[in-house]
């Protein structure tokens, strides 16, 4: 019902910039929440940002400071601005949503297939 396409990883330098993007599509009733997760090999997936309908934002501490989300909403489309990356920062990173789609009355988390940041130092 929903699909998310994910875009902008790359391998940059230590102190770089990227810029994440995230469109969704399909059958969309409603989007509420939208953000990223990442995972780094033997790590565990865990929150990037999130972002509401209303535009609350939510960061891991990890990041603050750093990193920036933002979402279109005529658009369906999140974004991540990652300045000042780090080694650290270096994992898969996936678009999340939660969707209510017009076949089903309850909201659902919808994932991504990720995009690969690495970070060299």
């Known amino acids: 019902q929903v699909q998310l396409v994910e875009s902008g990883g790359g391998l940059v330098q230590a102190g770089g910039s990227l810029r994440l993007s995230c469109a969704a599509s399909?059958?969309?009733?409603?989007?509420?929440?939208m953000g990223w997760y990442r995972q780094a090999p033997g790590n565990q997936r865990e929150l990037v940002a999130t972002?509401?309908?209303?535009?609350?934002?939510n960061y891991a501490d990890s990041v603050k400071g750093r990193f920036t989300i933002s979402r279109d909403n005529a658009k369906n489309t999140v974004y991540l601005q990652m300045n000042s990356l780090k080694p650290e920062d270096t994992a898969v990173y996936y678009c999340?949503?939660?969707?209510?789609?017009?076949?089903?009355?309850?909201?659902?988390?919808?994932w991504g297939q990720g995009t690969q940041v690495t970070v060299s130092s």
């Open positions: 999340y949503t939660d969707a209510l789609v017009s076949s089903s009355p309850y909201e659902y988390d919808y």
């Open positions: 399909g059958s969309i009733f409603s989007i509420n929440a």
């Open positions: 972002i509401t309908s209303g535009g609350s934002t």
